[in-house]
C-alpha cells in the first residue's frame, strides 16, 4: 500500500468509526447538551478539563461557549481548568499533577456547576481527580472517553452522562470526540436560541 492508499484508509477507517458511533452516541450527547443548558440556566458554570489532545478538545469546547459556535449568541459561561500556566506549575510543583484540575474544581465548583471530563483513555489520573473533587462539590459530570471507559466511566454517578467511543484507537476516539464537542455545541445552541 503507498502513502496515499494509507491516507485514503484512515479516512475510510474513520468515517466507518463515526458512522457506527452515531447511533450510540446521540442519545448521551443530547442528554449531555440538555445537562449543561440546564446548568447555564441556573446560573452555573461548565468547567472543562483533559491532558494533552484531550485538554484541546476541552479548549476548543470552551472556545465555543465563551465566544460562539456557529450561530451569534451571547458568551455562556465556561472555564478551561488547562489554560492557566502558572496554576497548573504551581499545583504541580506545590502538591502533585495528579491535583491540577481537581484543586480549581474545589476553589471554583458549586454544586449547579458541571464538570465535562475529557479523557481518551478513561485513566488519566488528574481528570479521574477532577471528577471525584466535582463530586464532591456536587456537581454534575459529563464524561467524555473512549475504549471501555477505563476508570472514569466506574466512578460516575447516576445523574452523570457518559459519551463513551468504544474504540481502542486514540486517533479515532479524538476524532469522534471532536465530533460530540460540535453536536454538543450545536445542540446548546438549538435549545437555547431554537432552530
Not at 450561530?71 to 502533585?96: C, F, K, M
Not at 458549586?110 to 477532577?130: E, T
Amino acid at each position: 500500500m503507498n502513502l496515499a492508499e494509507h491516507v485514503q484508509q484512515n479516512f475510510i477507517d474513520s468515517a466507518q468509526i463515526v458512522q457506527a458511533a452515531a447511533e450510540t452516541l446521540a442519545g448521551p450527547i443530547a442528554l449531555a447538551a440538555e445537562r449543561m443548558v440546564q446548568t447555564l440556566l441556573a446560573d452555573g458554570k461548565l468547567l472543562a478539563c483533559g491532558s494533552g489532545g484531550s485538554a484541546a478538545e476541552a479548549h476548543r469546547f470552551v472556545s465555543a461557549m465563551v465566544n460562539r459556535f456557529e450561530r451569534e449568541r451571547p458568551g455562556l459561561a465556561a472555564i478551561l481548568l488547562a489554560d492557566g500556566t502558572a496554576t497548573l506549575t504551581a499545583i504541580g510543583n506545590d502538591y502533585d499533577y495528579g491535583l491540577a484540575f481537581a484543586r480549581q474544581v474545589s476553589a471554583l465548583g458549586n454544586p449547579v456547576d458541571l464538570l465535562l471530563a475529557i479523557s481518551a483513555s478513561g485513566y488519566s489520573r488528574n481528570v479521574l481527580a477532577a471528577v471525584t473533587a466535582a463530586h464532591e462539590k456536587e456537581m454534575i459530570v459529563v464524561a467524555l472517553t473512549g475504549r471501555d471507559g477505563g476508570d472514569l466511566a466506574e466512578i460516575l454517578h447516576e445523574e452523570d452522562v457518559l459519551i463513551c467511543v468504544p474504540v481502542d484507537a486514540t486517533a479515532r476516539i479524538w476524532e469522534c470526540h471532536l465530533l460530540a464537542i460540535h453536536c454538543l455545541c450545536d445542540c446548546i445552541d438549538k435549545l437555547l436560541l431554537g432552530t
